[in-house]
């Protein structure tokens, strides 16, 4: 589990899982990238490691229209992977599965090539092969060798390099090319000088052509000595500076047990002596033999991210924590005070784990820094197993602001190139309505998976009978040890064969949790569980995380918010409705006040199942509301972390919520005197939904009151939101 906290480069951190690995093996080379210039389509790749020997089967990829928010099904990837010739076996791996050239656009896709005598004769066999696409990557235009300009051959592709003597590769994912300011396109590689166990260090210096083809040219090589490095300098990962300059910074082995780094001042072609990377005040620190990345922000700045670990490494190990670190842009060293832990050993890890094997992007959406990797380590047989995880780190992005759109014209949508277009049919809403998801996701964290939950166990603890209803005390099992304490209520004299229709209550914020909306404490008024049930409808009430009996320790769970759980264990609620014998799985609904207010919302927006929210008070536009209310990790702390308090920058807001449970049924309770949600902006938000509803032929289906009281839920309200729902559910 992750704590969040306070950190000098990074505010919040989230890992969750992406890819499960097949029982005995590791998922591996998991690369998640932009395919275009602009916009959010994303491919992300994998293949599978079996045995732990660095031969990659399997490699298969996966295309998002939308900023990862939703993925295609897995597709082999054509002509990759260990693929049996009579000579050997041929491996193709994509090490580099896609970098976008940020001016003309192009998918270049970088792969290892090599046909193996024996399985590990990479040292000595491997050669590079480069594909360009022009259409995010589905079909390529260009697929060659890379062979250097001049007197060079497939046999003798690169200046010292002979096929069957010694080699030249991307040694791996974190590996990533860079475009110069000279418009160079510069791959870091790696060679084996003699064949065997040792690097040398160069980049490929490529050139685009009216064919959009690359000519190549080789770098001079970067070079350790023995005693310093027992197998050279490798795994290189480099960074144009502002002012030109180019690092370069590499893996070594042995020795002092660091990074090594050098630097040009030539675009790339020449390279300074090696020096032992050490941080900007002149202190030292201890990494072991693995790769590592610079990533430049589009907040000005410059990070790494590797392995450091507190005495001197035995060579590979350990490859944990996996830090993240500024690079002072005149020294080119790292600024210790700039460190942060991304993800360490926890219980139950074993001592070899790994967290080497990753590469990181910035989201274009929101400037955090998105990281896949595999937690690698030995099962109890000995074999190298791990699953894939995606991170987002927060990290300062004051520009961030100028990202989104005004929140509260819904009817325009951003395209891929950055251009606004207006909404004028469903499908134009569809795509308004993903972006409005997305933003949801950027402030909440990503919903989790759930295509694999089962229906959630259900425990009785009791059960009392109230008048026409019997009420049970249960808990409901959300995800993996985490029970969600809730009330069950059933009306009595069920109409025999036939399903009725269920709804979720949900509470305001009370230490009373879900006994106020039984009617057992509180306020009378928000006693809407039980009334209800009276009414005829199946009713479940969850305690929210930390109220009622739900003790919750936010700070240790996998959840980028508060708000994220709410919702999920809400969802987890939905499918126990849904899997009740008594219950209509299509007539599901969700009500609450205050904080139960917009958690049904939110719930409404995540889950089309639900067909008809209530809120009683609950929400207003951000810029009518005070913002410091939301930051609590019970809530929305990212409003806070990354977002500055500032609505400006907050990448949704309530117009977009209410907009997007359209064309399903909406009623909002707002109070003229809600010292919490300011009515001002409940009305400027209604005026602009209402022309979304209209769009989409459900004009009918939002229903705002506005009735003369503070923070409550009257009498004469209610009864209007209940026959609200009664009509949806006829």
């Not at 040292?123 to 079909?139: A, E, K, M, N, W």
Request: net charge neutral.
């Amino acid at each position: 589990m992750h704590t969040r906290k306070k950190i000098p480069v990074a505010g919040n951190r989230s890992r969750t899982l992406s890819v499960k690995a097949p029982p005995g093996a590791a998922v591996f080379q998991v690369q998640s990238f932009y395919t275009r210039a602009a916009g959010l389509e994303q491919m992300c790749v994998k293949s599978t490691e079996v045995g732990g020997v660095d031969v990659y089967n399997d490699w298969q990829r996966r295309f998002s229209p939308d900023n990862g928010m939703t993925w295609s099904a897995w597709e082999p990837i054509p002509d990759t992977g260990s693929l049996k010739t009579p000579k050997g076996v041929r491996c193709l791996y994509p090490m580099v599965g896609g970098w976008v050239d940020p001016v003309n656009g192009r998918l270049l896709t970088m792969l290892t090539d090599g046909v193996m005598p024996t399985p590990l004769a990479f040292f000595t066999h491997y050669t590079l092969r480069y594909r360009v696409s022009i259409d995010g990557g589905r079909t390529c235009v260009v697929d060659e060798l890379v062979i250097q300009q001049g007197n060079y051959t497939a046999e003798n592709p690169a200046e010292g390099v002979e096929v069957g003597r010694n080699s030249i590769y991307v040694g791996a994912v974190a590996c990533q090319p860079i475009r110069t300011r000279q418009g160079n396109v510069l791959v870091p590689v790696q060679i084996t000088p003699t064949g065997g166990y040792y690097f040398d260090s160069a980049v490929l210096v490529g050139t685009w052509t009216d064919d959009m083809k690359i000519m190549w040219n080789l770098s001079q090589r970067v070079l350790n000595q023995p005693k310093q490095s027992t197998k050279g300098v490798y795994e290189p990962t480099i960074a144009e500076m502002d002012d030109g300059r180019i690092l370069m910074i590499m893996r070594g082995d042995g020795g002092p047990g660091c990074k090594w780094y050098s630097v040009s001042t030539d675009g790339g072609w020449h390279w300074s002596a090696v020096k032992s990377w050490t941080c900007a005040d002149g202190t030292g620190f201890y990494s072991p033999a693995s790769c590592s990345q610079l990533l430049k922000h589009s907040n000005g700045k410059y990070y790494w991210i590797g392995n450091i670990c507190p005495t001197a490494p035995d060579g590979q190990l350990p490859r944990h924590p996996l830090v993240i670190g500024e690079v002072d842009t005149e020294s080119l060293l790292l600024l210790k005070d700039t460190l942060a832990t991304i993800d360490t050993r926890e219980p139950g890890d074993p001592e070899g784990l790994q967290l080497s094997n990753f590469l990181a992007h910035e989201d274009r959406a929101d400037g955090t820094i998105m990281l896949d990797m595999t937690r690698y380590m030995p099962d109890s047989q000995g074999r190298w197993v791990g699953d894939a995880y995606v991170y987002r780190i927060a990290v300062p992005t004051p520009e961030s602001a100028s990202r989104f759109v005004d929140h509260s014209q819904l009817l325009v949508y951003s395209t891929p190139d950055g251009r606004q277009q207006t909404v004028k049919t469903a499908e134009d809403w569809a795509i308004r309505r993903r972006q409005i998801l997305q933003g949801m996701e950027l402030a909440m964290g990503n919903l989790p998976d759930r295509s694999k939950l089962h229906p959630p166990e259900v425990k009785i603890i009791d059960r009392a009978e109230g008048d026409g209803f019997t009420r049970f005390s249960i808990t409901y099992l959300a995800e993996e040890n985490d029970r969600v304490p809730a009330y069950l209520f059933l009306p009595k004299d069920l109409p025999a064969g036939r399903r009725i229709p269920a709804m979720l209550a949900l509470h305001q914020t009370t230490a009373l949790g879900k006994k106020e909306v039984a009617g057992e404490g509180g306020s009378p008024n928000l006693a809407y569980a039980k009334e209800l049930v009276r009414r005829g409808y199946v009713v479940l009430a969850p305690d929210y995380p930390s109220f009622g009996d739900y003790a919750y320790d936010f700070t240790k769970d996998n959840y980028v918010s508060g708000t994220m759980k709410g919702i999920f264990n809400n969802l987890r609620g939905v499918d126990l409705l849904q899997a009740r014998i008594e219950v209509d799985p299509g007539r599901i609904g969700a009500i609450g006040h205050s904080l139960g207010g917009h958690n049904a919302m939110f719930l409404g927006v995540f889950d089309p199942r639900v067909k008809v929210v209530v809120a009683s008070c609950g929400w207003t536009t951000f810029h009518d509301d005070v913002l410091a209310d939301w930051t609590s990790d019970r809530y929305l702390p990212r409003v806070r972390d990354i977002y500055g308090n500032d609505p400006d920058r907050v990448p949704f807001d309530f117009y977009e919520v209410v907009a997007a449970l359209a064309p399903r049924a909406f009623f909002s309770n707002s109070p003229l005197h809600d010292s919490g949600f300011d009515v001002r902006g409940v009305k400027k938000a209604e005026s602009k939904a209402r022309e979304v509803f209209a769009l989409l032929g459900a004009a009918d289906k939002l229903q705002i009151r506005y009735p003369d009281c503070t923070h409550d839920f009257p009498v004469e309200v209610r009864r209007e939101a209940y026959e609200f729902i009664d009509r949806i559910f006829q």
